[in-house]
């Protein structure tokens, strides 16, 4: 049997030229796989819980945690191993300048063919303000990327090697299609609320952009460091695998929000409260926003689509645990929206390793 390797820019390249039908594809699958892991028996399916050992995270001196996550199918056998950066403790500059920038993007409708270069990131930026910020959250603020690196090998039953993959980018993708699949069926999609800026934000957007385009009209970028987000901005802006997304919605707008900024708390506020979808990718040691932009009776006012990444230590925490007691708890007669009577729901790709692992 041949040996697939596949670096990361490889990777990279396959799942920018996937279409929309291609991701729902590849959505029902790994529905279907999710199904038989939390239903499926060791006689019915290889794919079944009993059969998924959990992932081991071994950490280093170095300020790094190496994670080992095997797997296995009734015709194959899996490990992904990777290498990230463990949050810590680092200086801020108390008086760092601030800065808040929102961007809009206009497509171009016209039939005529154009010759001029697609629009700079600087040629969209406004509002640009400058103040003083409060210390930044060190969980978040470090440039130090936390991003996984390693490598994904596939065997089969009988243990030979078939596939050597790079993890980085197919593990975003993967968190993003999954998160994504319950994002698909919402009714409202207007305003989508993005927290982060790296590898799983931009799947995230991407993904949401490639399903439900035409009717997402706001995507507010939340990142506590705004280089970060600038960056990521000026790809979506800038590079020709954004293009037919740019061009697909002439209403579509884009926001960066940094707490570098003196507004962050409103924009903050503001944005969590409108969002029809959240979205959280980050590694966050701290509560992403306080739980009361959406418990309060105010946040009741509306429903909402709420999804995290997940973490690998107690210690990290997207959403504030109030938020979760809201979503489970016993139903009472003072709704709020049209959907309340059916009560909140929680859905984990594993409730075994959601209750040993996760901060929330």
Known sequence: MPLTVLSD????????SLSRDDVLSLQNNLAEALHEYSTGTQETTGCCQSNQPQRIAIPASNNQTTLFMPA?????RGIKIVTLATISEISCNDSLPSIKATTSHTSTTSSSTSTSDPPTLASQISNISIGRSTKPDPSITSSQSTSPIGSLTLLTATGTPYAFLAASTLTAFRTA??????????TNVHTLCVFGAGLQALWHIRLALLLRGPEIHHVHIIN????RARKLMEEIYTSPDWEHLRKSNSKLDFSIVSNEYGEYNRLLKEHVRKADAIFCCTPSTTPLFPAEYLTSTEGRKKGRYVSAIGSYRHD????????IRQAVAPEHKHHHHKHAERGGVIVVDSLEASMKEAGE
């Open 9 to 16: 820019s490889e990777i990279n390249a396959i799942l920018y």
């Open 224 to 227: 506590r460091n705004f280089e």
């Open 316 to 323: 990290m925490i997207e959403l504030h645990p109030d938020i």
């Open 72 to 76: 296995s199918t009734s015709t194959s």
């Open 177 to 186: 299609l999954t998160a994504t699949l319950i994002f698909t069926r919402r």
